[in-house]
Nanobody, 124 residues
Framework: VQLQASGGGLVQAGGSLRLSCATSGRTLSRFAIGWFRQAPGKEREFVATITWSGTNTYYADSVKGRFIISRDNAKNTVYLQMNSLKPEDTAVYFC??????????????????WGQGTLVTVSS
């Protein structure tokens, strides 16, 4: 599975961005998807995850109430709507996938496929 993350950019604090994670050549509908991020000089951390059906989601405490993960399986795309952005949200954002009919996952090692990342910069 090849994942393509897009939608990053420069935004002022308090602004919004929507990231997309798309695949080509294979449907995402059987896959749990996770978003992770890596800030400069820091380890990659979990942001949000969603089950294949879109029914269940889970968020890191740092983004809960501000970010929304969703998916459109017909378009083979998963989204991360990021609102009320803060400078500390500045990072490269990665999407990841794991073939799973039921669960979602919150650790890197549980994912099999990764996209290349998209940079989000939030200015103060």
């Amino acid at each position: 599975v090849q994942l393509q993350a897009s939608g990053g950019g420069l935004v002022q604090a308090g602004g919004s961005l929507r990231l997309s994670c798309a695949t080509s050549g294979r449907t995402l509908s059987r896959f749990a998807i996770g978003w992770f991020r890596q800030a400069p000089g820091k380890e990659r951390e979990f942001v949000a995850t969603i089950t294949w059906s879109g029914t269940n989601t889970y968020y890191a405490d740092s983004v809960k109430g501000r970010f929304i993960i969703s998916r459109d399986n017909a378009k083979n795309t998963v989204y991360l709507q990021m609102n009320s952005l803060k400078p500390e949200d500045t990072a490269v954002y990665f999407c990841a996938a794991r073939d799973s009919p039921i669960y979602y996952y919150m650790t890197e090692r549980e994912y099999s496929y990764w996209g290349q990342g998209t940079l989000v910069t939030v200015s103060s």
